[in-house]
């Protein structure tokens, strides 16, 4: 029996690890977020929804380090959807893009080729250096909107010259600041990287919108790929997670990089579930999401502000100068909102909970700073920027 001092002593220490997370008010709190939440241009705002949680809470409980029944059926699900022999769930989608680098690539030293904008070349921490000692080679689509054969072939290190790194391995993304990139110049790089013996991978995080945007099964966008890292939580709403696909080999020796990188998790069924519900229910609404996005556009350039990336998807670049305005205004202008509108940038991105009415309340705004420049005696430009010529970096 334990003395009555030690039994004090541990009473004490098991107050002082208990913790509440939770607010006085947090069912408020979240309705206020989720209000917040659909008048949020800003990238990755979507949140779970009580649906979503619902479903999730049923999930089964097994160890995904050893095997998990809903991860498992989610990741057989996600490889026979995308055409892949296996697919991997991993916590985010540059935990995918780096464990498909560094298990593509073997022994340097090699080179890999990305767009300059792309998300494993400029958001990733530097991690193809870090954890694949590659050598990136970033290259500047000549179009302004996608990578071609002739950027590809410009950049491509062929040779056996000790001087130089080989390449080994080609990294695009699809889509890439909402624009999608065309399935026939995909096609094109990768019947010229297999001919010369060079590994493709895809950032597809967004790849959803692209597969309702231009109607083809995700297995023929993914086909050109060795491998391909997908995001349930960018465009889908989950909280967590993204899939790794490729063939049998490539994931199982994926599977032992992210438990070198400490990406392996236990307790994955609530994840997966998340995912699932989000690949049930939420796709499906990508539809209307591209339309508030072209709404956006259609607004926007009715009021003459000019457009550099144009809403192929989900996102829409501007540049309020021509009207006088400067972004930063927009910004806290439609921060001052009585019902705020919450931007940070010139980037619109719109989602699965946007509302119409932060559509047209944003627009109004603008038309509203529009008739203010003009009182003040600004005399609106009628030169436009091209969005085909413009080369927008994420």
């Known amino acids: 029996m334990m003395p009555v001092n030690q039994s004090l002593q541990l009473e004490e220490i098991i107050e002082q690890v208990k913790v509440d997370v939770l607010t006085h008010t947090q069912e408020r709190d979240n309705e206020a977020f989720f209000n917040e939440v659909s008048r949020s241009f800003v990238s990755i705002h979507s949140v779970p929804t009580k649906a979503m949680y619902e479903y999730a809470v049923r999930a089964s409980i097994g160890d995904a380090v ?24 991993v916590s985010s989608g540059t935990l995918g893009n780096q464990l498909a680098i560094r298990t593509h690539l073997h022994q340097p030293p090699f080179s890999i080729l990305t767009d300059a904008r ?16 590659a050598y990136p080679i970033p290259v500047t689509p000549t179009n302004g909107h996608h990578l071609t054969l002739k950027d590809i072939k410009s950049k491509a290190i062929l040779n056996s010259d000790i001087h130089v790194a080989p390449t080994r391995l080609i990294c695009l993304e ?78 199982s020796k994926a599977r032992w990089f992210r438990k070198a990188f400490g990406g392996g998790m236990r307790q994955t069924g609530i994840l997966a579930a998340s995912a699932a519900y ?36 989900c996102m829409v670049f501007f540049d309020p100068s021509p009207i006088g305005v400067a972004n930063e205004e927009v910004v806290s202008r439609a921060a001052a909102l ?49 969005a085909s010529s413009t080369k927008m970096y994420r």
């Not at 995080?205 to 597969?211: E, F, G, P």
């Not at 690949?279 to 996005?293: D, G, I, T, Y």
């Open 66 to 89: 050893f095997y998990e029944p809903c991860t498992s059926a989610l990741e057989k699900h996600v490889a026979k959807l995308t055409g892949k022999e296996e697919a991997l769930f």
């Open 118 to 133: 792309s998300h494993t070349n400029v958001y990733e921490a530097g991690g193809a250096a870090m954890f694949s000692g």
């Open 174 to 251: 699809n889509t890439l600041n909402g624009m999608i990139f065309p399935q026939h110049d995909i096609l094109e790089i990768s019947k010229f990287a297999h001919e010369n013996g060079i590994l493709m991978h895809l950032d597809g995080a967004r790849l959803w919108h692209v597969a309702v945007e231009t109607k083809l099964p995700l297995s023929e966008l993914c086909a050109p790929f060795h491998s391909v890292s997908l995001c349930f939580s960018k465009g889908l709403g989950a909280p967590v997670g993204s899939c790794l696909v490729g063939s049998k080999a490539f994931i």
């Open 278 to 313: 989000a690949l049930s229910h939420n796709f499906r609404q990508l539809p209307r999401v591209h339309a508030l996005a072209r709404r956006l556009q259609q607004g926007l350039e009715e009021l003459g502000v000019a457009i550099l990336c144009p809403a192929e998807t």
């Open 338 to 386: 009585p019902d705020p509108v919450v931007l940070s940038s010139s980037r619109l991105v719109v989602h699965i909970q946007t509302s119409s009415e932060a559509i047209e309340d944003f627009l109004q705004l603008v038309s509203e700073l529009r008739e203010e420049k003009r009182k003040e005696g600004f005399i609106p430009s009628t030169i436009r920027t091209p």
